[in-house]
């Protein structure tokens, strides 16, 4: 015969306490900075790449 399906609660331990998970890391400072077009470069790549213009 099958045992019967846990549930969450049946499991020991109960609800997780304040401390059990890392505080969140930023992230922003693993990030690569973008690099800015100049107005000039940016029109230049535009006008290589009819398929963006909006």
Do not use: H
């Not at 609660?9 to 690099?35: C, E, M």
């Amino acid at each position: 015969m099958k045992p019967p399906p846990k549930r969450l609660s049946d499991l020991k331990g109960g609800s997780p306490s304040s401390g059990v998970y890392a505080p969140p890391t930023p992230r922003v400072s693993r990030q690569t900075k973008a690099k800015v077009l100049s107005p000039a470069e940016r029109a230049a790549f535009l006008a290589s790449r009819p398929d963006l213009k909006s």
